[in-house]
Nanobody, 117 residues
């Protein structure tokens, strides 16, 4: 069974930092392509960052230099370190895994990030 559980969201002031975690139910999951998306109210879900099965990372232009995606296979967890947060980063953040063999994708339930003074 594939399960992804996000955590680490919350309320933070502009300029602050948060680290999101996405823990997978099975160790092998995190060795596949993993990604963080976000969806703000009234907007479409957008890709924030992803990490391939071989460790290649990509970022949305809006978060380059501020966010870092990383994975810890031993802990079955993918992280999103978010620094210099801005109000426009406010959204529900979702973790996604795409299995290399089948191409199937699975999503976590999301975690709310609010950047406000």
């Amino acid at each position: 069974q594939v399960q992804l559980v996000e955590s680490g969201g919350g309320l933070v002031q502009p300029g602050g930092s948060l680290r999101l975690s996405c823990e997978a139910s099975r160790t092998f999951l995190v060795s596949n392509a993993m990604a963080w998306y976000r969806q703000a109210p009234g907007k479409e879900r957008e890709l924030v960052a992803d990490i391939s099965s071989v460790g290649t990372t990509t970022y949305a232009d809006s978060v380059k230099g501020r966010f870092t995606i990383a994975r810890d296979n031993f802990k079955k967890t993918v992280y999103l370190q978010m620094n210099s947060l801005k109000p426009e980063d406010t959204a529900v953040y979702y973790c996604k895994v795409t299995l290399s063999l089948s191409g199937a994708s699975y999503w976590g339930q999301g975690t709310q990030v609010t950047v406000s003074s």
